[in-house]
């Protein structure tokens, strides 16, 4: 396993979480607490290098086995494995993986995307906009006046080019997930990258 490549992506997380927090803390925009409705969507993508960080923690723990078994009984289509809704509260829940959720995690809610004119524009959270309507016109004037915001295409690409192969194909999670566990036994059971 090219330990370099997991580096580099370890420290882009780290770049976004700080990027998220200062966008968060210059805005008031905030998820609410025990929110997991962007957890709960299905549709959720990420590439297999992005979920290579929790594969490798997933061998460590000892579990990897245990998540290929669950990954097996889950539909790859659905809901990420590692979400954890609260029973008592309808749309709320938790990532059971948070310290290594890839990079759209992470981004959800306070990234910016280009609109047409090639200008950044706040890729806003639905429940943000139903939820805090005027936090989140904060939010958008703030992009607009050039206030820093971490930007999904940025980081895409410079996932993409850490490694061509595992990097440039978005998946549904836990497909993705599946393909690293997966790549990170075949790599500690035969060597190699």
Known sequence: MNTDVIERLLALYQQIDEETTAF????????PAGCGRCCANPEVEA???????????????????YWLERLADH???GV??????DPLIPGNGRCGVYAWRPA??????????????GTPELA???????????TVE?????????????DFSQYGN??????????????PLNQAIKIAIERVGLIAQFGGE
């Open 24 to 31: 968060q803390a210059a805005t008031g925009l905030q998820c």
């Open 47 to 65: 590439t297999p290098l992005e979920m290579l960080p929790l594969a490798i923690e997933l061998f460590r723990r000892g579990e990897a086995q």
């Open 75 to 77: 539909n790859e289509l």
């Open 80 to 85: 990420c494995v590692f979400y954890q809704s």
């Open 104 to 117: 759209v995690c992470r981004l959800f809610g306070y990234a910016t995307v280009k609109n047409k004119q």
């Open 124 to 134: 806003a959270c639905r429940h943000h906009k139903q939820t805090v309507p005027a």
């Open 138 to 150: 904060i939010a958008k004037k703030a992009v607009t006046a050039g206030v820093p915001a971490p």
């Open 158 to 171: 410079e996932i993409a080019n850490l490694d061509p192969h595992l990097g440039q194909e978005q998946m």
